[in-house]
C-alpha cells in the first residue's frame, strides 16, 4: 500500500506541475506575434500535454484506483473522486485548446487563459484538505 501512496502522490505532482504550467503556456502564446514564437510554443505545449501531464493524470488515476481497496468508499473518498474526475475534464479542456492552438485558432485572450490558470489551484486545495481532514 506504501508504494502505491507513493506513486500516486509522486505522478499527482507531475501531473499538477503541467496543470499548472500549460495555461500559463496558453497566455504566452496568446500573446506572441511572431510565428517563431508561436510555433515552439506549439512544440512546448504538445510536449508538456502528452509527455508529462497525460502520463501523470493517467498513472495518478491508476494508483489511485488501487488504493481504493485499502480505503473502502468514505465520503471524502467519494468528494475526491468527484473533484478528480472534474479535474480530468479540466484536463481534456486543456488538449481542446491545444488543437486551438495548434491550427491557430485559438480565440480566447491572454487574460481569459490568466484566470483559466488558476482553477487546478481551487482543486488542489479541496482535493488536498479532504484527504488530510477526511471528513465523515
Not at 1 to 6: E, G, N, R, V, W
Not at 55 to 84: N, R
Not at 108 to 121: A, M
Request: hydrophobic content about 55%.
Amino acid at each position: 500500500m506504501l508504494l502505491y501512496k507513493t506513486l500516486h502522490i509522486i505522478f499527482m505532482v507531475t501531473w499538477f506541475a503541467g496543470l499548472f504550467y500549460l495555461p500559463r503556456l496558453y497566455v504566452y502564446h496568446a500573446q506572441a506575434e511572431d510565428q517563431i514564437s508561436k510555433d515552439r510554443f506549439k512544440i512546448m505545449e504538445r510536449k508538456l500535454f502528452w509527455g508529462i501531464m497525460t502520463p501523470g493524470a493517467v498513472l495518478t488515476v491508476l494508483f489511485g484506483v488501487l488504493l481504493i481497496e485499502y480505503h473502502g468508499m468514505s465520503y471524502w473518498l467519494k468528494m475526491k473522486i468527484l473533484l478528480v474526475f472534474i479535474l480530468a475534464l479540466y484536463h481534456v479542456w486543456c488538449g481542446v485548446l491545444l488543437e486551438k492552438f495548434k491550427t491557430d485558432s485559438n480565440s480566447h485572450s491572454h487574460v481569459w487563459y490568466r484566470i483559466f490558470n488558476e482553477v487546478p489551484v481551487i482543486f488542489l486545495v479541496l482535493i488536498v484538505a479532504l484527504v488530510v481532514y477526511k471528513p465523515v
